[in-house]
């Protein structure tokens, strides 16, 4: 089974910025587009960004856009989250997330790592 796991995560003061990783293993990882995910204490968990494969195309929610990066190296099968401009709002754990594909190359469901809790707080 694929393994996703995050790091980086950590406390943090307003206006801050910290960088996640995420290392993925056993699953093609070049051939899959990731995506970070949060969630805040007593809420659902929302998307965050996506990035394709190659890495050309982003997509962010409205809420992170301008303040967060992904990027992806797929020579170290690593996701990165750049967060910047940090707010006591993007407080949550953060989990690194890939869909997952049977042999045929239909999507089945997603890959999921364990979380990493990021605390926005002075």
């Known amino acids: 089974q694929a393994q996703l796991v995050e790091s980086g995560g950590g406390l943090v003061q307003p206006g801050g910025s910290l960088r996640l990783s995420c290392a993925a293993s056993r699953f093609t990882f070049s051939r899959s587009a990731m995506r970070w995910y949060r969630q805040p204490p007593g809420f659902e968990r929302e998307l965050v960004a996506v990035i394709t494969s190659s890495g050309i195309s982003t997509y962010y929610a409205d809420s992170v856009k301008g303040r967060f990066t992904i990027s992806r190296d797929n020579a170290k099968n690593t996701v990165y989250l750049q967060m910047s401009s940090l707010k006591p709002e993007d407080t949550a754990v953060y989990y690194c997330?890939?869909?997952?594909?049977?042999?045929?190359?239909?999507?089945?469901?997603?890959?999921w790592g364990q979380g990493t809790q990021v605390t926005v707080s002075s």
């Open positions: 997330n890939a869909p997952k594909a049977d042999s045929a190359g239909v999507y089945g469901g997603d890959y």
